[in-house]
């Protein structure tokens, strides 16, 4: 698959949270699609350094009120994946997946989201966001 894939979090998390949802994206990425993630390389003395991503992912800053719109916008592309408020407020993945199911798609606010598609599409909906500062 040929995919532009980016992570777009909410500007006003803090730089902890950031960096939790975007690893938390990152993983179901890669597990979504464990094809973008590459091969063990070993190193001059044999050792084995485990693959990483084969492709690009920027890291963008969007005002928390669009990340929904943002969701939206992307529902043609391939692969939408978002942090919901839900997750953030769970004690465990059992409460999350209920807090999930408990109210419909509009009523979750992402704190985080991650779009891959073709690049013209993903540009379309987030080109003009700025990297994460």
Known sequence: M????????????????????AAVLGMSLGQRHPELVGADTPTQDQEIVPGITTVALPILSAPAETLGTLYEAAAE?????????AAFRARDYTDYTARIAAAPLADHAPQAILLAGPRKAVDRICGRLPLLR
Do not use: C, D, H
């Open 2 to 21: 040929s995919v532009k894939p980016v992570i777009i979090l909410a500007e006003t998390l803090p730089l902890g949270l950031k960096a939790n949802f």
């Open 77 to 85: 592309l391939p692969v939408r994946l978002a942090y919901m408020e």
